[in-house]
């Protein structure tokens, strides 16, 4: 059969918005996966209609965020108030509006469904018997992974995400992993057909992540990421305690999730260490502004407790900074343990500490390893990403014809 020819994809991210800034809230690195290769794809000629629900009354129903890419602002429950966890209950309304959209044009308006997070994924499961189109999903995270790894104060996911993530899995004609231990996951512990998992590596901004500044002296850990306990920030700044040469810290991110309960849990901590006056907590900034902040690093730390893939250790790389991380999921991934930076075994701060000290301490360790990090990340460009994933659409929506070929 000839290759098939993708000219439009309905995207969904039903939870957060591509436009949202990263950083706090729901917003992280699944917001710049969905806008970055949405971009990349318009790149290709292929029109973009990503939907999100409306978080406000005054967003416009629809946005020309740019040339080839159309934000739905879809009104499915409340429009302030709700929380990720009231989600599921408002996914109804999700549906019927956007099986609306499709309705106002001629049949085979859009030829694939791109769902992001398991919300999205239940939506596309829906729209894929009524288009008759195939559904690609990108899980981002996994309930069964999250709660085999929870945090100290974290909460664990709900039974009902478990199960509408299997139901995902059963319908989704592919399934987009971020890596290689992704895709063992879902086949693992979700009973993916092998054959239906890709393994497709989110990218990073080459042009915006780039080495623009000195290192700052004296030498600077950052972290950056929403504020809650799954991203382990507590760690970075446990860690500092127990360093005794001159250093400062920045914690770059807003409270997300079960951090919202506790929003002064870290000033709190860097106080009762001793170490607020080396500390700085700066509020969300954006990709150019977080870009000098990672140049100007020692180093950043990335302690998360799970991370499907871990955009900030590649775009950290990409500024020629090395990254001390927690060896789990994407990360094992994203970063080249003992070349481009350090994996560490656990969540002990001591553990940090150790690794991190060589990069404080040692000038010409941390330019080498700076170095190799500018090479590792040049390979997650996001172009790759869009020609893989683009392979990915066509050898879908190619089988789904071929199936509905057959029925007939």
């Not at 799970?306 to 991380?325: D, W, Y």
């Amino acid at each position: 059969m000839a290759a098939q020819r993708v000219r439009r994809v309905a995207m969904l991210s039903a939870h957060t918005s591509p436009l949202d800034q990263p950083g706090t809230g729901d917003a992280g690195g699944m917001n710049v996966y969905v806008l970055e290769l949405s971009r990349r794809l318009a790149a290709r000629g292929i029109e973009v209609e990503v939907f999100t629900r409306a978080t406000s009354r005054h967003l416009p129903p629809v946005v020309e965020a740019e040339d080839g890419i159309r934000v739905h602002h879809v009104a499915a429950g409340p429009f302030e108030g709700l929380t990720k966890g009231d989600l599921p209950s408002q996914m109804c309304s999700f549906v019927r509006d956007v099986l609306r959209v499709e309705a106002s044009h001629d049949p085979g308006y859009f030829d694939l469904v791109h769902s992001h997070y398991w919300l999205s994924g239940q939506v596309g499961t829906v729209l894929r018997e009524r288009w008759g189109v195939p559904l690609v999903h990108s899980m981002h995270t996994m309930a069964k992974v999250k709660n085999a790894a929870l945090a100290a104060g974290d909460r664990p996911e709900p039974i009902g995400r478990v199960a509408g993530e299997e139901e995902i899995v059963r319908w989704a004609d592919r399934l987009i992993a971020n890596t290689a231990e992704e895709r063992r996951e879902l086949i693992d512990l979700y009973g993916a057909d092998p054959a239906a998992v890709e393994v497709v590596h989110p990218g990073v901004d080459l042009e915006v992540f780039s080495k623009s500044e000195p290192d700052q002296e004296p030498p600077l850990i950052v972290f950056a990421g929403r504020i809650q306990p799954l991203k382990a920030p507590d760690v970075v700044l446990r860690a500092s305690a127990q360093l005794d040469v001159p250093h400062r810290v920045a914690i770059i991110g807003g409270a997300s999730g079960s951090g919202l309960d506790r929003p002064s849990e870290l000033t709190d901590l860097a106080r009762d260490l001793g170490i607020a006056d080396r500390v700085d907590f700066v509020p969300t900034v954006g990709q150019p502004e977080l870009a000098r902040w990672y140049s100007r690093a020692a180093v950043v730390c990335v302690p998360s407790h799970n991370e499907s893939f871990g955009l900030v250790a590649i775009e950290a790389q990409a500024c020629g900074t090395p990254v001390v991380a927690a060896a789990v999921g994407g990360l094992t991934t994203a970063v080249t343990d003992g070349v481009t930076g350090t994996l560490v075994d656990g969540h002990d701060p001591a553990d940090y500490a150790a690794a991190i000290r060589p990069y404080l301490t040692d000038p010409g360790f941390r330019a080498e390893a700076g170095a190799k990090a500018v090479r590792h990340a040049e390979s997650f460009g996001w172009d790759v990403t869009a020609e893989r994933t683009l392979d990915v659409y066509e050898g879908a929506v190619r089988d789904r014809a071929a199936t509905l070929e057959v029925d007939r």
